[in-house]
């Protein structure tokens, strides 16, 4: 009785955040929720292995949607994918930029994320994630649960780390995260446009998504996404199309 009601719950937990999440494209729906990438700028059409993935991407290299090339631009300060330098407004604390790259691995590499892929209209990408529920271990830096008081550039209330540097207009001041995201949930929500919600689940749930896992062990993903793509075709309802 006791794990039918938790089972149900999960499932009633799953149907509510994919109603609120990305619903796929049509074509995307053809493809299937597992074992996909997203139509970006850098992303490979189809996963696969990538023995040669560098870093902390590593943990993507039985099955990957970047390639070594893709892995090996995101660890540097200043990266000919985004045309941005990780230290813009001075030194980033090294286990913030550890967060940040490791946040951006898991972007390009991980196949795992089907049941939040949207479609948008933007020159640099056709698709998009929105609403990923983090495991709330990974949704800031070392366990923090304040937002890193390293400078970022920012202008009105979005700060200053993003592809192609879209949030860092000419100009803009440089101000601390703290400033911008008083808490590392509004961080981890808010700096990249919703692409994460933080969830109340901790890794090993089953529940949640972790941007970094002990490949030796498998990732633990798969089974993250395969219970998410269960809940959305019991009949999660769409969501539409995602502007620019």
């Known amino acids: 009785m006791g794990m ?5 719950q999960l499932l009633l937990l799953a149907l509510v955040t994919a109603a609120g999440s990305a619903q796929p494209r049509s074509m995307r729906a053809r493809m299937g929720l597992l074992n996909v990438c997203m139509d970006t700028m850098h992303h490979k059409a189809q996963p696969g292995p990538e023995d040669n ?3 902390q991407c590593r ?3 039985k099955n990957a949607c970047c390639t070594a090339n893709t892995s090996q631009e995101l660890h540097k300060d200043t990266s000919r994918l985004y045309k941005f330098n990780w230290e813009h407004c001075g030194r980033m604390e090294p286990a913030w930029k550890r967060h940040f790259i ?3 691995c898991l972007y390009e590499c991980s196949p795992n994320l089907g049941p939040w892929i949207q479609q948008v209209n933007q020159s640099w990408r056709k698709e998009r994630i929105l609403n990923v529920p983090l495991c709330k271990e990974d949704s800031s830096a070392g366990g923090r649960t304040v937002a890193p008081p390293t400078p970022a550039r920012a202008t009105g209330t979005k700060a200053g780390i993003g592809p192609q540097g879209l949030m860092c207009p000419a100009g803009a001041l440089c101000r601390t995260f703290e400033s911008c995201f008083p808490t590392a949930a ?3 929500e808010g700096l990249w446009s919703h692409s994460y919600k933080v969830s109340d689940y901790s890794r090993g749930s089953g529940c949640c998504i972790q941007i970094w ?3 030796a062990h498998g990732n633990p993903n798969e089974e993250v ?3 998410y793509a269960v809940a959305m075709k019991a009949g999660a309802p769409s969501r539409g199309i995602l502007g620019p």
């Open 53 to 55: 993935l560098y870093g």
């Open 4 to 8: 039918a009601w938790q089972v149900t």
């Open 186 to 188: 509004a961080l981890c």
């Open 213 to 215: 896992f002990d490949s």
């Open 102 to 104: 490791q946040d951006t």
């Open 225 to 227: 996404v395969r219970f």
């Open 59 to 61: 943990p993507w290299r």
